[in-house]
């Protein structure tokens, strides 16, 4: 792992974004940890992970004109990264976010931020089985606006509605990336060295899990 996704990690369990137990996810899944982004929750968790998010941009080296952070958790992490990106790497990038239900009055719409003209890339937290990125990029198509990729923090490397993963699967339809900071395997490794965590029985309900819906590594 690099010294980010260490970071990244680290900092996902001192806010206690990075759970074990036993959850249910949007795809109808039952997951013995989960990732809950909505608990970076503080000024320097969010400068931190707009850090994360914008080294991961720069190293990918994706071509972009204008970031997209999907409501809700998106928002905030696309508006981190997008500071990031001008404070740290000297770019000024335009950014945009959607609202989950149209507004009806005053500008109306469910986009806010930047026109989506050009090239998007999504800023997302988690992807399981992808449908949350897939109707974002029907929302960049309707605009006019070509998908570009997706960086999200966590890539749970699971089967999307086939046998390949979600991941694959964006990324043979729609022709982009998608970029993570860590995967589940990162996970399992952080398990793996955490004795208390392995004794707890996390590591076998992890890997049991991977057996029913995990695919191979794809980060
Ligand atoms: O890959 P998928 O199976 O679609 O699942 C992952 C998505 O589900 C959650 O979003 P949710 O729609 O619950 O919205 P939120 O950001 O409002 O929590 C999460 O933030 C991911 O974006
Ligand atoms: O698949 C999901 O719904 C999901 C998984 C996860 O780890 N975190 C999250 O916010 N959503």
Redesign the pocket.
């Known amino acids: 792992m690099k010294r980010y996704q260490e970071d990244f990690i680290a900092l996902a369990r001192e806010h206690n974004v990075l759970k074990f137990g036993e ?5 109808g ?1 039952t ?1 013995p ?6 608990a970076f929750a503080t000024g320097a968790a969010l400068a931190a992970l707009g850090r994360y998010y914008a080294q991961c941009i720069v190293e990918a080296g994706v071509e972009f004109d204008v970031l997209l952070g999907p409501a809700y ?1 998106g928002i905030p992490l696309a508006t981190a990264t997008a500071i990031a990106l001008s404070d740290h790497h000297g770019r000024d990038v335009p950014f945009a976010y959607n609202r989950k239900e149209a507004k009806a009055h005053g500008e109306g719409g469910v986009l806010v931020g930047a026109p989506l003209d050009g090239r998007v890339l999504v800023i997302d ?5 992808g449908t ?1 990125v897939t109707e974002v990029i029907g929302l960049i198509e309707q605009s006019g606006a070509r998908f570009a990729g997706v960086v999200i923090g ?1 890539d ?1 490397q ?1 089967r999307g509605q086939g046998v390949l993963s979600a991941v694959q699967e964006i990324e043979l339809t729609h022709g982009a990336p998608v970029i993570s900071l860590i995967g589940m395997s990162d996970i399992i490794e952080y398990v793996e060295q955490d004795g208390d965590l392995a004794q707890d029985g996390v590591l076998a309900a992890m890997r049991n899990y991977r057996t029913k819906y995990g695919v191979q590594c794809t980060n």
């Open positions: 959850f249910t996810l949007k795809s899944r997951s940890y989960f990732f809950n982004a909505g958790k937290d988690v992807m399981t089985a949350a966590l749970r699971e």
